[in-house]
């Protein structure tokens, strides 16, 4: 995640204290990591930049708050999650996905996908990731991040339970429904095409 030269209790000291250096030194090693966070919950449509700009925002208002015990990575992963769920919130969620707003192509790769679930190269792949990202886009923000963690990202329960903050019981209880959820879309999109 970060390299390995870095001393996370030395530049954490340093920023604490003032150091701005020490905080670029922090940003620098640590931004990969939030970049693939923010990336993989946040559309290219989405303001990207402006989710891992309000990451480092809270890691510098929230510094004192970091506890030496835990990694540092896991830290600010959470912040970045929570960055994301928060951007994901501010945007309009759209209640239904009709089979008319899928383009042709991810229209192809449902109907693909049902066919052949075991064929996953090629444009149908490009096509499928698509389809699941206009699905995602559909739902709650946290029902989106939670399936995008534990199903796409295929994180433990108990990962993204931590990941998320919330317990390991109300993470099955939310995941059951974002389940239920993205189940009820597909199968009203399969609806629609039988008409």
């Known amino acids: 995640m970060t390299d390995a030269n870095f001393d996370a209790a030395r530049c954490v ?11 670029r030194e922090l940003v620098d090693a640590t931004y990969p ?18 989710c891992e700009q309000e990451t ?27 960055a994301c769920l928060d951007a994901l919130r501010k945007t309009k969620r759209r209640r239904e996905l009709r089979r008319a707003d899928l383009s042709e192509t991810e229209s192809a790769a449902l109907d693909a996908s049902l066919a052949d679930s ?27 991040v939670l399936i995008r963690l534990h199903d796409l990202e295929e994180r433990t329960l108990n990962d993204t339970a931590t990941t998320l903050g919330w317990s ?28």
């Open 13 to 23: 000291a340093q920023v604490q204290s003032g150091n701005d250096g020490a905080f």
């Open 33 to 50: 990591l939030v970049a693939r966070i923010v990336r993989s919950h946040l559309s290219p449509a989405q303001d990207r930049a402006a």
């Open 56 to 82: 480092y925002l809270r890691v510098f208002e929230r510094l004192d708050q970091y506890r030496s015990d835990a990694p540092l990575e896991h830290w600010i992963a959470r912040i970045a999650v929570n």
């Open 118 to 144: 075991s064929n996953s190269a090629g444009p149908e792949a490009a096509a499928s990731k698509e389809l699941v990202d206009h699905v995602l886009a559909g739902l709650e923000a946290e029902d989106a």
């Open 168 to 195: 390991l019981s109300w993470t099955k209880w939310k995941l059951a429904r974002a389940r239920a959820r993205v189940r009820a879309t597909l199968e009203r999109l399969l609806g629609e095409r039988k008409l």
